[in-house]
Every structure is written in C-alpha cells, then in structure tokens.
C-alpha cells in the first residue's frame, strides 16, 4: 500500500500561482510514477501532468503545458505540482496518484490515490 496526502491548495487570482505537494507513505516511492489529476465539479477526473520513477521524464496536458511543472524528490517522497499563471478553468480538486506504469494519463493505470486538495482561481 502507498499513501498519499495532497496539500498546498488554496484561493488565488488568475495569474497566480500555487505549488501543490503530495507526500507518500508506505511502500517505496522511487518505485512509482507518479501522476497529476483534477477534477472539476460534475466533470471527469482529467490527466493533468506525470513523471517516471526517477524524474527524468515528464509529460503534460495540453491545457497545463508551459504553465505547470511536475517534479519529485525520491528522498522526501514528494511529488510536487507548480502552477503559475492560474486560470479560472484551472479550478478543481487536484488529486495524486501513483502507479506501475510511467507518464500514464488515464486513471485507470494509477494504483493509489490521495484524497485531494481545492484549487479555486478567482477572476
């Protein structure tokens, strides 16, 4: 079992930024890839951004490309989420998640999950 406990988020303006982290627990995090998702009232869990096991490689939405920044360290068991220049769009409940499988973007393949924390960008 991972767990997973996500944490930095909050009420910004559009054009702000928030870091958002999730920390693990339990099994070996350097084993995982880990992953980035959100979810906005009434709509589906969207892929956000995910990094391989060691954190040399990354992918994003298309949506969050060259506004967000995923990035890990294996000896804190953090996975982090940079967002700057937030847009209302951006508002939902980010989710962590970690799995086998690296820079997956469907949830499916994602194992464990954390509980989620609220972002909300103002207008």
């Known amino acids: 079992q991972v767990q997973l406990v996500e944490s930095g988020g909050g009420l910004v303006q559009a054009g702000g930024s928030l870091r958002l982290s999730c920390a693990a627990s339990g099994r070996t995090f350097s084993n995982y890839a880990m992953g980035w998702f959100r979810q906005a009232p009434g709509k589906e869990r969207d892929f956000v951004a995910a990094i391989t096991r060691s954190g040399g490689s990354t992918y994003y939405a298309d949506s969050v490309k060259g506004r967000f920044t995923i990035s890990r360290d294996n000896a804190k068991n953090t996975v982090y989420l940079q967002m700057n220049s937030l847009k209302p769009e951006d508002t939902a409940v980010y989710y962590c998640?970690?799995?086998?499988?690296?820079?997956?973007?469907?949830?499916?393949?994602?194992?464990?999950w954390g509980q989620g924390t609220q972002v909300t960008v103002s207008s």
């Open positions: 998640a970690a799995g086998r499988v690296g820079l997956g973007s469907v949830p499916g393949v994602y194992d464990y």
